[in-house]
């Protein structure tokens, strides 16, 4: 059965963050001279930023609700990008009422379209669609992590190709790299591939021979054909990849790597 409520909570996780942008840019826009007084770009701001910013989020988290008889990729972005006009429009009106009922800006004339709404009106797609390629990648993520049972080991991580999913073998990964809220498997070929997954969730997840060596890195112990001192209790592995990858362990992983190599002090 098709989805017919609104979904309020993912969106509303990300309202404190639109509440703290709205003063900062509010700041930024005194200290550059586009408002003289504080308290008008303070307030002014914030409207425009939670109008718009939580507006694009609401569309973007359910856009499963917009029509779309014919199902055709094409046809909903079009459908979507016209929805983040709107709101940019819509978003720029809420913002001069609040300027003539607070800051006595002169007569409202309602829906004067002035530059600042075409502004909007084109910003708005550009921020939506990208809030819409990060922003739900990320959910995903986390509701793949959530869905996974915390008692069974992956056998194996699915990858987003495309429109495509596919499935990596954990024998075909010779290490995992942490780059900031994303995790990048590494094959034999020395290539990356994205995954949804984040670096600690892996770590809980992946079998006994994927061993953490560092806050971003964890390591095949199969594919490990060298391991070397390096530095203040760290150590430098030796990868028996296609590209000859070497990584550098943490000293914090120190008692790791002598497990690895049955060190014992």
């Not at 993912?10 to 930024?28: E, K």
């Amino acid at each position: 059965m098709p989805k017919t409520s609104f979904n309020f909570t993912t969106p509303n996780r990300y309202l404190p963050t639109i509440l703290l942008m709205g003063p900062c840019l509010g700041l930024a826009g005194y200290f550059l001279g586009s408002s003289s007084r504080l308290g008008e770009a303070l307030v002014v701001h914030t409207v425009i930023c939670l109008a718009i910013g939580y507006g694009l989020l609401f569309i973007i988290f359910n856009k499963e609700l917009i029509p779309n008889k014919f199902k055709a990729v094409w046809l909903e972005r079009i459908l979507l990008g016209l929805a983040f006009v709107l709101v940019g429009v819509l978003g720029t009106e809420v913002e001069q009422v609040v300027r003539n009922i607070l800051f006595e800006q002169g007569p409202y004339r309602f829906f004067s379209l002035t530059g600042g709404h075409a502004f909007n009106a084109i910003f708005s797609p550009i921020l939506g669609f990208s809030f819409d390629k990060v922003l739900v990648e990320r959910e995903v993520g986390k509701e793949a992590e959530e869905t996974v049972s915390t008692t069974i080991p992956l056998e194996k991580i699915p990858l987003k190709k495309g429109e495509h999913i596919i499935f990596m073998q954990l024998t075909e990964i010779t290490h995992i790299a942490a780059y900031d809220m994303y995790a990048y498997l590494y094959d034999v070929a020395g290539e990356k591939h994205l995954c949804d997954y984040s670096l600690g969730f892996l770590a809980q997840r992946l079998p006994s021979h994927f061993v953490r060596v560092h806050r971003k890195y964890i390591v095949n112990q199969t594919f490990v054909s060298r391991i070397t001192p390096h530095h203040k209790g760290r150590y430098e592995l030796l990868l028996a990849d296609q590209v000859g990858s070497r990584l550098v362990s943490s000293s914090s992983y120190t008692q790791t790597i002598k497990s690895m190599i049955k060190i014992s002090d």
